[in-house]
C-alpha cells in the first residue's frame, strides 16, 4: 500500500516570506503527485500537480519539486500573503491496482503581517 | 458556471436514522468519489464510480451506500450502521480514473 506523511504539522511564517511544505511517500511506483489547498470549512482546491517523469514544476507564486531517489516532494509557495493560510494536503496515485489517490494528513500554514 | 456542488451544508442526524448526502456534478467527469474526513487526519475514501451504474468500495465502506444512476450525481447514505458518523464529507470528480480530482464544497454531518 501507499503511506505520505507531511513533516511538520504546523508552519508559521510572516508575509513576504517563502514557504517550503514538505511530504513524503513510501511506494516507488507512485507516478502523479497533487497538492491541495484547504481553507476552513471548505473542500480542497488544486494547487499544482506533476508527474513522475518530472523533477520540478512551477506555477503562478507556486514550485512543486520531486525527489523520486528519497520519495520526497515540496511545495514552495513565493512571497507568502495572508491569504495562503490554509492546510496543504500532498495526494499521491501510485502506479498499481486501480490507483486510488492517497492523501497525507496536511501541513497547516500560518501567515502573520 | 461549471462545478461540484454538496448539499447540504450542515446536517444533523438523530441516531438510528439513514442520512443521504447530495453531489453533483456538471463538469461531465466520468469518475466521482466520496470522502470523509476527521480532524487531523488525512481523507479517506468510502466509496468510488468510475462509471454510471458502477460503484467501487473504498477503505472505509462500512455503514454507507451510494447510487449511480445518472453521469452527473453520486449520492452517499449514511446508513445507522455507521457507528461514528460525524465528519465532514466531500465529493470529487475527475475526467478519468488517473486524472486530478476536483473537490465540492463538503457537507458537515453531526450525529445528535
Known amino acids: 500500500g501507499e503511506s505520505v506523511g507531511l513533516h511538520l504539522p504546523t508552519l508559521s511564517v510572516q508575509e513576504g516570506d517563502n514557504s517550503i511544505i514538505n511530504c513524503a511517500y513510501s511506494?516507488?511506483?507512485?507516478?502523479?503527485f497533487i497538492w491541495y489547498k484547504q481553507e476552513s470549512g471548505k473542500g480542497p482546491q488544486f494547487i499544482i500537480d506533476?508527474?513522475?517523469?518530472?523533477d520540478k514544476r512551477q506555477g503562478q507564486r507556486v514550485t512543486v519539486l520531486l525527489n523520486k531517489t528519497v520519495k520526497h516532494l515540496s511545495l514552495q509557495i513565493a512571497a507568502t500573503q495572508p491569504g495562503d493560510s490554509a492546510v496543504y494536503f500532498c495526494?499521491?496515485?501510485?502506479?498499481?491496482?486501480?490507483?486510488?489517490?492517497?492523501f497525507g494528513k496536511g501541513t497547516m500554514l500560518l501567515v502573520s503581517p | 458556471d461549471g462545478g461540484i456542488t454538496q448539499s447540504p451544508k450542515y446536517l444533523f442526524r438523530k441516531e438510528g436514522q439513514n442520512v443521504t448526502l447530495s453531489c453533483e456534478q456538471n463538469?461531465?467527469?466520468?469518475?466521482m468519489y466520496w470522502y470523509r474526513q476527521d480532524p487531523g487526519q488525512g481523507l479517506r475514501l468510502i466509496y468510488y464510480?468510475?462509471?454510471?451504474?458502477?460503484?467501487q468500495k473504498g477503505d472505509i465502506a462500512e455503514g454507507y451506500s451510494v447510487s449511480r444512476e445518472k453521469k452527473e450525481s453520486f449520492p452517499l447514505t449514511v446508513t445507522s450502521a455507521q457507528k461514528n458518523p460525524t465528519a465532514f464529507y466531500l465529493c470529487?470528480?475527475?475526467?478519468?480514473?488517473?486524472?486530478?480530482?476536483?473537490f465540492g464544497p463538503g457537507t458537515r454531518l453531526t450525529v445528535l
Open positions: 470529487a470528480s475527475s475526467s478519468a480514473r488517473r486524472d486530478t480530482q476536483y
Open positions: 511506494n516507488s511506483a507512485s507516478d502523479y
Open positions: 506533476i508527474r513522475s517523469n518530472m
Open positions: 495526494a499521491v496515485f501510485s502506479n498499481s491496482g486501480y490507483s486510488t489517490l492517497t
Open positions: 463538469l461531465n467527469h466520468d469518475a
Open positions: 464510480s468510475q462509471i454510471v451504474n458502477d460503484f
